[in-house]
């Protein structure tokens, strides 16, 4: 696959050839649909940093101080994810594949979050919305406050090859040329010329550090530097326009279009040390092992999964998704969005195909809380895979999608 393919997350996406749906896209009745694999990003959280962080220092003006704990589902995240639940369940019973006020078999239902805080209460709060009353409660494998290895992007390999082989995909120093435009905006939005970090400094510009990259084994791939600090940023401000959006003085300066331009770092930060294939399969094999199990998992009717955006941004890297556009979002990998890798049967023929969209909420019903029903639904736009057999729908080849976990799994690292 080209490179400029692999930008799964640029800017570029913005001029993707597939167009929003507002609904999700369905077939007429000579499909069935059989199963349904979810992986979903938690819900609306906390910044993650502390706010005696360098993010204090960087900025003239105050952060919000948040009643939960740094990196925690909110409140208004776990209203949302309920509500999201909901929705699923209607929509599942409108295809047909469960029935109102009738419960599942525990053994055709799996959710299964990572263990952070923030993933066992989104895992909490959509079956809550999705199963009520059923008894059905959603798993997870490792101690609490621990990543779990499934949902866990990390360098599994201390191989030297390896390592030089991801450092020389990461184009570090084109990216950080790339993002002077956003880095600028960003830096007037937060008043960084005024901020503690520039006091006695003349000279004192937010985009003047390329940063390093970081391979190690147990690690995420990592990089220092302005790209670092400028996501992380970024990430705050759009928490802020998610969950406050009237008390910050940074946020009250930020029209649509600086948005899409500063998004553009948290954006860029993913796709170069994310995004590209050969990084993302190595990164995402345990996730796509654990997929093409529960896939094959005749009992199973719906499987449901909770971890992160990284998590996302690799197992769609890894299995080549085209780019894409996600209309009335900022985000690439929205806060609470949901990947669903739908498995249709055709039954004229027998085959199989897989439906895969990209559902999330919109800024606007996020910020207003606002119910998802089949009348008033979430975003939904639909996802294309390179070298895919599609349909006249546009749904890929169950055997293709098989085949692509199959080469990922069996990728080698050393």
């Known amino acids: 696959m080209k490179k400029s393919c692999l930008l799964l997350l640029c800017a570029v996406s913005f001029l993707s050839n597939y167009a929003a749906s507002s609904v999700h896209t369905t077939p007429n009745t000579d499909y069935h649909l059989e199963k349904l694999f979810i992986f979903s990003r938690h819900g609306v959280r906390t910044p993650i940093i502390k706010s005696d962080s360098k993010l204090t220092q ?26 999201f639940g909901r929705y699923i369940r209607d929509y599942l019973n409108q295809q047909g594949l469960t029935k109102i006020n009738q419960c599942l078999p525990p053994e055709q239902v799996l959710i299964y979050t990572n263990s952070l805080q923030r993933t066992l209460a989104t895992g909490q709060a959509l079956t809550l919305g999705l199963f009520p009353g059923c008894g059905i409660q959603p798993v997870n494998h490792v101690a609490f406050g621990t990543m779990d290895p499934v ?31 956003a880095y600028q905006v960003l830096g007037e939005v937060i008043n960084y010329a005024q901020s503690p970090q520039c006091q006695g400094k003349t000279d004192c510009m937010f985009f003047s550090e390329e940063g390093k990259l970081k391979v190690e084994k147990g690690k995420e791939v990592g990089v220092s530097g302005t790209l670092r600090l400028g996501k ?8 802020e326009l998610y969950a406050n959006p009237t008390s910050s003085k940074m946020l009250s300066q930020l029209t649509p279009e600086k948005w899409e331009i500063i998004n553009q770092i948290k954006n860029e930060y993913f796709t170069v040390l994310r995004g590209e294939k050969f990084i993302a399969s190595h990164l995402v094999q345990p996730l796509a092992t654990f997929m093409q199990q529960e896939l094959r998992n005749s009992q199973r009717t719906i499987s449901l999964l909770v ?20 209309p009335n979002q900022y985000e690439s990998t929205p806060i609470g969005g949901k990947v669903f890798f739908e498995i249709w049967r055709d039954k004229k023929n027998n085959t199989r195909w897989v439906n895969t969209q990209y559902i999330y909420q919109s800024i606007e019903q996020i910020q207003k809380n606002e119910a998802l029903t089949l009348a008033t639904p979430p975003q939904a736009v639909q996802l294309h895979f390179e070298q895919c057999n599609e349909n006249e ?22």
Not at 75 to 83: I, N, P, R
């Open 58 to 83: 960087i900025t003239s003006y105050q952060w919000t101080a948040w009643q939960e704990s740094p990196g925690e589902l909110m409140s208004k995240g776990a209203d949302l994810e309920v509500k």
């Open 151 to 181: 949902f866990n992007p990390i360098v599994r390999s201390s191989s030297e090859t390896f390592k030089q082989a991801v450092i020389s995909r990461i184009p570090l120093k084109q990216a950080h040329q790339k993002l002077q435009t």
């Open 232 to 239: 992380t940023v970024v990430d705050n401000l759009l928490i």
């Open 307 to 326: 971890g992160h955006d990284t998590n996302i941004i690799t197992l769609l890297g890894a299995l080549g998704v085209k780019s894409y556009r996600l």
């Open 393 to 414: 729908l546009g749904f890929c080849a169950y055997s293709d999608i098989e085949a692509k976990l199959t080469e990922i799994i069996n990728q080698q690292s050393d």
